[in-house]
């Protein structure tokens, strides 16, 4: 750690950076960073649930156990609605955007998208998640209900995105437009640290993470690059490494400190691939290529989709720019 600086404090040094006003992006980062803060420590208990009482239980007040993601869900969605900056968010965990109390949040001029706790199956197996977040200014007038129109703009409206990763140590990386910031929660302490300053991913990196177990369910072009990723090509540092974990917080991050690309392409049962384009794909996509790297369904530029739906889910090719430009050629070349 070259420095000794908060998050708190880096966001308020760096607030000018914030296309709008500059309180408002500390405050909204504010509530991210506690209620991540709450879930870290949630998770940290996880594996003492069967000790204590497995999820669906009651514990020893007469309260059911939450599950883990629903939990998480509910303690970002407080956090965002206690300031006056969030006027609603979508969330993986609901069907619909849920819209604030428009008379307490009447001066709130952002949507937050979120996947409260991506890989929330690895939790048993004590595994690292993560949170995603993407934030929006809202496009409908301030002291009104949210529309649809505030939540479905195409990613490179973004003005501010990022993650926590619960691993073996907590981080929160986020961007808003200039640059990719990381920083290291110190529990004993209780803050997030300056520990990763202006991220960038090698232009070529040597490790590849898809699920190669739905192979044979795979575009033609997929197959070819894994079969490419494979070759003995030594000069190229081909093999490449294959690197999964299932956890897309988790993949990513790696891929981005160490160089890689991660795939979930299109299967023959999830024509779009299996990731959500507006909570999952496009946050991860804004900081992949403030990281200097690419993110692509395979054909397009990800933050230049047009959202239609809520969940929508799409194709997602997203790493070292190199590598995401051979996956296109190679879709390119056998196309189906
Ligand atoms: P989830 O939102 O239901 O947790 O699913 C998203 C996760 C990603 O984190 C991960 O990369 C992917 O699903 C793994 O899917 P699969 O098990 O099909 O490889
Ligand atoms: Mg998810």
Not at 184 to 202: A, K, N, Q, R
């Amino acid at each position: 750690m070259s420095t000794m600086r908060t998050l708190g404090e880096f966001v308020v040094e760096n607030q000018h950076h914030f296309p709008h006003a500059s309180g408002e992006l500390s405050s909204l980062l504010g509530s991210i960073k506690l209620a991540a803060k709450i879930v870290n420590r949630e998770i940290n208990k996880a594996g003492l649930v069967d000790i204590t009482g497995a999820v669906g239980a009651e514990n020893i007040q007469g309260e059911e156990q939450q599950k883990l993601d629903l939990y998480a869900n509910d303690k970002f969605k407080a956090a965002l609605e206690a300031r006056d900056q969030v006027c609603g968010v979508a969330s993986e965990e609901e069907d619909e955007a849920v819209a604030f109390n428009k008379d307490l949040n009447k001066n709130a001029k952002y949507v937050v998208l979120m996947d409260p706790l991506d890989g929330s199956s690895n939790i048993d197996v004590n595994v690292s998640v993560g949170t995603i977040f993407s934030i929006y200014r809202r496009v409908s007038p301030i002291g009104s209900a949210p529309t649809q129109e505030d939540f479905l703009q195409p990613g490179h409206k973004q003005v501010a995105a990022g993650y926590i990763i619960y691993g073996s140590s907590t981080m929160l990386v986020y961007t808003t437009g200039n640059g990719v910031h990381g920083f290291t929660y110190d529990p004993s302490l209780g803050v997030f640290c300056l520990s990763h300053e202006s991220m960038m991913i090698p232009k070529l990196g040597t490790i590849y993470s898809i699920n190669e177990g739905n192979y044979i369910r795979f575009p033609t072009g997929i197959k070819k690059y894994i079969k490419y990723c494979q070759e003995n090509v030594p000069e190229e540092h081909r093999p490449y490494t294959s690197r999964y974990i299932g956890s897309l917080v988790a993949d990513f991050h790696r891929n981005l400190l160490k160089g890689g690309i991660y795939l979930y392409p299109s299967t023959e049962s999830h024509p779009n691939g299996k990731l959500r384009l507006l909570y999952e794909c496009n946050p991860i996509a804004f900081l992949m290529e403030q990281a200097g790297g690419k993110a692509s369904d395979g054909k397009n530029r990800i933050l230049d989709l047009k959202p239609t739906e809520l969940h929508q889910r799409v194709p997602f090719v997203v790493g070292s720019p190199a590598m995401v430009d051979k996956v296109e050629s190679f879709l390119e070349q056998y196309p189906e």
